[in-house]
């Protein structure tokens, strides 16, 4: 991550922390968390994250419009890459946001997702290099998705085609451990050959007003989808995004979704952040557009669960 900006002063912070606290085994304090935080800014690539046993394939959905999956989609993966893992953004939506934010050409005629899913091209032909981070890959989408709803009714197998494209050789070039697929708003076609090629469902949740209605209708199409195309697919992760720690209405939110989902319900919050609005503007994510800001911090603090918990789960 050359092109990272630096917070004034934070390497001094992790100096000072090291003198005052040379050898392990002392008390855990504030200076040291913040030092800890400090490195994870500078440097990165030095917390690695493990590895997953074997590549996770994760379908980022929320059908209600503007609830961070587009944010979370591209601020989680850049938050697994520059923690050493290798990373593929597939943007599902054809107002390529996902495409944008991560810095990857996504007007129309460049290879994308569309030819992807026509059968035309293989993941590998459409996928670039996020400028984002080297370890970090996305299939951009174009407005040619937007016809695709419409075109894959008649095509054959035609929820199963990006599964398709994900099992062939071609990805194992990119190799990615991790596999992210923002889905459109809605419920159409698109959304459910993410849920057929994912083996998770990520649910962000807009801590707001009417934060869980419509939820009841995605949990029943991902039942569908589990009963009659995948069986293997679970809801493995909500993320509660948009967190304002100022009204009390976040902390009702927040409990109702805790109570309803337990521990899918990441520890992290995101909080509602100006940075992380502003990132996609300047074709960045927050990690790299401000990296010690509280937005930044909780996309790599949430993705650090998201490994540890995928790795747990495993083991337990
Ligand atoms: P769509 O359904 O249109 O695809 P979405 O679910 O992908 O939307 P985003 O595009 O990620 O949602 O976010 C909606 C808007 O909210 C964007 O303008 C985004 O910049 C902003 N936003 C997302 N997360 C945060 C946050 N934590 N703090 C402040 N603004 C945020
Ligand atoms: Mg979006």
């Not at 959905?61 to 944010?71: E, F, L, R």
């Not at 040619?144 to 070039?173: N, T, W």
């Not at 190799?175 to 697929?181: C, E, L, N, S």
């Not at 419509?214 to 995948?230: D, F, K, M, S, Y």
Request: hydrophobic content about 40%.
């Amino acid at each position: 991550m050359g092109s990272m900006r630096f917070p004034s002063g934070a390497e001094e912070r992790v100096q000072q922390a090291n003198e005052a606290f040379p050898a392990d085994g002392v008390g855990w304090t504030p200076i040291m968390e913040e030092a800890q935080r400090a490195t994870r800014v500078l440097h990165p690539e030095t917390m690695q994250l493990p590895r997953p046993d074997r590549r996770r394939i994760l379908t980022v959905a929320n059908q209600k419009g503007g609830v961070g999956k587009t944010t979370s989609t591209v601020n989680l993966a850049a938050g697994l890459a520059v923690q050493g893992l290798k990373v593929l953004v597939i943007d599902l939506d054809p107002q390529g946001n996902a495409s944008t934010a991560l810095g990857v050409d996504h007007r129309s005629g460049v290879p994308s997702v569309y030819e992807v899913l026509l059968g035309e091209i293989s993941i590998a032909d459409a996928a670039a290099v996020s400028t984002e981070s080297p370890n970090l890959y996305c299939v951009p989408a174009t407005l040619d998705l937007a016809g695709s709803e419409i075109e894959l009714v008649s095509m054959v197998a035609r929820e199963g085609r990006l599964k398709e494209a994900l099992k062939s050789d071609a990805i194992e070039q990119i190799a990615p451990d991790y596999v992210f697929i923002d889905c459109p708003p809605s419920l159409g076609l698109l959304t459910v050959n993410a849920m057929v090629a994912a083996h998770e469902v990520l649910i962000p949740i807009q801590c707001e007003y009417y934060a869980l209605e419509g939820l009841g209708q995605l949990l029943r199409n991902i039942e569908l989808v589990q009963a009659h195309l995948n069986p293997a697919l679970w809801v493995s992760t909500i993320l509660l995004t948009m967190y304002d720690g100022r009204t009390k209405l976040a902390d009702q939110v927040t409990n109702e979704v805790r109570g309803h989902f337990g521990e899918l319900t990441l520890r992290t919050v995101i909080p509602r952040s100006v940075k992380i609005s502003e990132a996609p503007g300047f074709g960045k994510t927050v990690l790299n557009y401000d990296p010690g800001s509280r937005g930044s911090m909780s996309y790599l603090d949430a993705a650090k669960e998201i490994a540890e918990r995928g790795v747990e789960r495993k083991t337990a």
